[in-house]
Structure formats: structure tokens, C-alpha cells
């Protein structure tokens, strides 16, 4: 769903789920839904270089080493969802690289306070053209945000 519509089918609250388990048990449990998102991370840069917003466009050349930096997320999203505090619980790094003709995912899990991420010499030896990444930052309440771009590889 897009955002405006989950949010007026789901306000803000705790929803309680009741389900049946494969051996017959019921299963019981919660979970808060909350309209505030964290916004997405921003001022992304390859070695120091700042990240296409269109993998389209003009795409960075980078060697190795390739490190890839990013501002701590401090805010919520500014035109989606409600506004109000954030606390991220983590960052993740996902590279979706084609190797021999498959596509190959690597993802890392940092804590809050790592907003950089040097990509593996030995997987860019692999590498011969673009590498498209994400950056997700997950907010304490569970919401996440995501920004995409790319770099290709010398």
C-alpha cells in the first residue's frame, strides 16, 4: 500500500493478533504501529564523492578501496508519515552485484552510531561494472526508510 493509504487503514495504537499455529495452538501477540519514519539517509558519498540520485545518470568511478559514507539520520521523514522524534536502532547496507550473470546480494548491519561502510576488496575484484546499494535506517519504533544509488567499479 502506498504510505497515505496504510495509514488511514492503520491509525496509530497497539493491535492485538491472534492466530492458529500448524499443531492447532492459538498464538497470541502485539504490535504498535507507528505513523512517524525516520527520514532517509542523505548526503551519501563513494569515496568521498557524492551518490547519483539517478543510476541513469552519470555514474561515480570508483576503486578500491571503496568506502561509502553517509549523515546520521536525526529526523523524521519530511513529507511522509506524522513528525516526531527518532531513535535508529541500526543502519544496513545492502550491494546487489551481478557476478558471472547472477545477481549476488551482501548485506551488513551496523549499529547507530556507524554511518560508513567499506565494501570488500576482494568482492569488488569480482566486479566489473555498477554496483547498486541501499542504505536503510531502522527507527527503535520498527519503521524503516531507505535511500538507493549506485557507483561502478574501475
Known sequence: LPPAE???????????????GIDG???????????VLPAAPGNVRINGVLAPTDCDEAIP????????TWDPVTT???TLGE????????????????????EFSSTALLPPTV?????????LALVSGAIEFE???RDSNGNRSIVETCFDVQ
Open 6 to 20: 496504510f495509514f488511514a487503514r492503520f491509525p496509530e495504537g497497539t493491535y492485538t493478533i491472534t492466530a492458529k
Open 25 to 35: 495452538e492459538k498464538l497470541a501477540g502485539e504490535s504498535e504501529i507507528s505513523h
Open 61 to 68: 568511478l570508483s576503486a578500491a578501496p571503496v568506502v561509502i
Open 76 to 78: 523524521s521523514h519530511p
Open 83 to 102: 513528525p516526531g522524534a527518532v531513535a535508529i536502532e541500526s543502519y544496513g547496507v545492502e550491494l546487489e552485484i551481478d557476478i558471472l550473470d547472477e
Open 115 to 123: 554511518t560508513s561502510f567499506q565494501v570488500s576488496d576482494t568482492l
Open 135 to 137: 542504505i536503510l535506517a
